[in-house]
């Protein structure tokens, strides 16, 4: 039951900012967006997560649209460190609920 | 900042052999999942506790079975190993206030032969 739909994959240029977008449009009002990226082989590393306002951190800032039926990641300077596989989440904010990961978007930043 | 830690981080094992997996929470993180990741695929939920009672379970076998301690450290044991069984096994941890985001560990990689 895949309930966001992310691209396959993106390249970027070293430097410049990358913008992922994430669609889920079935999102329900206690839903948050969670952002998780996976290194070759890494454990799921957590970026950021947010509920219906922008959110920004030290990695990346997260665009929720109004109706919140699609997100956009940015990282604001790509890095080489930076390639792995983004997923898009969403998921009640909850000890009971577990991430389902579905099929994220291969980032591979170019030099 | 302090981690999950995983231990052994690499295990091979032999088919129908038994497996036992150990997860160390962040410190003051009370709930566990863990997770499966098969060769070329996405993680995939196994199961997870809470206050050391199972709060949810995914596709996890019925070879497998899993425990939280009053150390709120976990132990995910695996019995009848399969060659299928080969993966990484991820522990998360999340803490008992705000959002709820999952931290990972670094996984226990597990090749059955």
């Known amino acids: 039951d895949a309930k966001t739909t992310q691209p396959p994959s993106m390249d970027c240029a070293e430097g410049r900012a990358a913008n992922l977008p994430c669609n889920h449009s079935?999102?329900?009002?206690?839903?948050?967006v969670y952002w998780y990226r996976q290194i070759h082989s890494q454990g799921p590393q957590y970026i950021i997560h947010?509920?219906?306002n922008n959110e920004t951190n030290e990695m990346a800032s997260l665009i929720i649209t109004e109706d919140r039926k699609s997100s956009t990641l940015i990282l604001p300077h790509a890095t080489l460190r930076d390639t792995a596989v983004y997923y898009c989440i969403v998921r009640v904010a909850s000890n009971d609920y577990k991430l389902s990961f579905g099929a994220g978007t291969t980032v591979t930043v170019r030099a | 900042a302090a981690g999950v830690i995983q231990s052994p981080r690499h295990l091979i094992k032999e088919k129908r052999e038994t497996a036992t997996l150990k997860c160390y929470p962040i410190?003051?993180?009370?709930?566990v999942y863990w997770y499966q990741q098969g060769p070329g695929q996405d993680p995939q939920f196994l199961i997870s506790f809470y206050e050391k009672m199972q709060s949810d379970k995914g596709s996890i076998p019925d070879r497998f079975s899993a425990q939280q301690f009053s150390d709120y450290h976990s132990e995910l044991n695996m019995s009848s190993l399969e060659l299928g069984d080969s993966a990484l096994y991820f522990c998360?941890?999340?803490?008992?206030?705000?959002?709820?985001?999952?931290?990972f560990g670094p996984g226990t990689r597990l090749t059955v032969t």
């Open positions: 079935t999102i329900s009002g206690n839903e948050y």
């Open positions: 998360a941890s999340s803490p008992r206030t705000g959002d709820y985001e999952q931290y």
């Open positions: 947010g509920l219906k």
């Open positions: 410190p003051r993180h009370d709930t």
